[in-house]
């Protein structure tokens, strides 16, 4: 199976500064015949499910503010904020759906500095 | 707008049987570009994928190994749902659960998850 491995598990960020959350897996997720990473990244505020930033690995789902952004390929990943505003205060996940059984990364719980 | 509405007892006893049930509106369990999902969440075991049930000219399921000895998941195509049954629980499957859909155009297999019921806290206790 799959792991996925996130750093660091926690992070503290000024306002308006960026945060960096990376995702390592453990295998390769990169399926060569469409060239795709099979690579999601979620957002979590507590007491509510997982809500989809990312996928193919730097696809913004719709409605995503263009502050964040992914980038990586193959085994290792990275989500970026590019200027941290308040609301941003959650945890995030990283999953590969490359292949069953699916895995999620352990989560990076973001704060305030 | 398409909404996932699930439902089902918030406790169950040690060995008996977990049932949830997620009602889909908006899309059609049966439909060839969705898949419908199962994922816990929990302190000490994080998300959990625990499997699948989809069409693809016929039906499908993917199971975790961690659970596969005990789980179910079926469609209803009457009542346009999907269902969990995980059975022999013990504490260790207390958890939110959520059901959750893939969705994406085209002949696929694996696609990102992108939508998610409200979740189910469920209790294992005597």
């Known amino acids: 199976d799959i792991v996925m491995t996130q750093s660091p598990d926690s992070l503290a960020v000024s306002l308006g500064e960026r945060a960096t959350i990376n995702c390592k897996s453990s295998?390769?997720?990169?399926?060569?015949?469409?060239?795709?990473?099979?690579l999601a990244w979620y957002q979590q505020k507590p007491g509510q499910p997982p809500q989809l930033l990312i996928y193919?690995?730097?696809t913004r789902e719709s409605g995503v503010p263009d502050r964040f952004s992914g980038s990586g390929s193959g085994t290792d990943f990275t989500l970026t904020i590019s200027s941290l505003q308040a609301e941003d205060v959650a945890v995030y996940y990283c999953?590969?759906?490359?292949?069953?059984?699916?895995?999620f990364g352990q989560g990076t719980k973001l704060e305030i500095k | 707008q398409v909404q996932l509405q699930q439902s089902g007892p918030g406790l169950v006893k040690p060995s008996q049987t977990l049932s949830l049930t997620c009602a889909i509106s908006?899309?059609?369990?049966?439909?060839?570009?969705?898949?419908w999902n199962w994922i816990r969440q929990s302190p000490s075991r994080g998300l959990e994928w625990l499997g699948r049930?989809?069409?693809?000219?016929?039906?499908?399921?993917d199971y975790a190994v961690s659970v596969k000895s005990r789980i179910t998941i079926n469609p209803d195509t009457s009542k346009n749902q999907f269902s969990l049954h995980l059975n022999s629980v013990t504490p260790e499957d207390a958890a939110v659960y959520y059901c959750?859909?893939?969705w994406g155009t085209g002949n696929w297999e694996n696609r990102n998850i992108d939508l998610w019921g409200r979740g189910t806290l469920v209790t294992v206790s005597s």
């Open positions: 999953q590969q759906y490359y292949i069953t059984p699916y895995a």
């Open positions: 295998q390769n997720v990169l399926y060569s015949s469409n060239n795709k990473n099979y």
């Open positions: 193919w690995a730097s």
């Open positions: 908006g899309d059609s369990v049966s439909s060839n570009t969705a898949a």
């Open positions: 049930t989809y069409y693809r000219s016929k039906w499908r399921n």
């Open positions: 959750a859909r893939q």
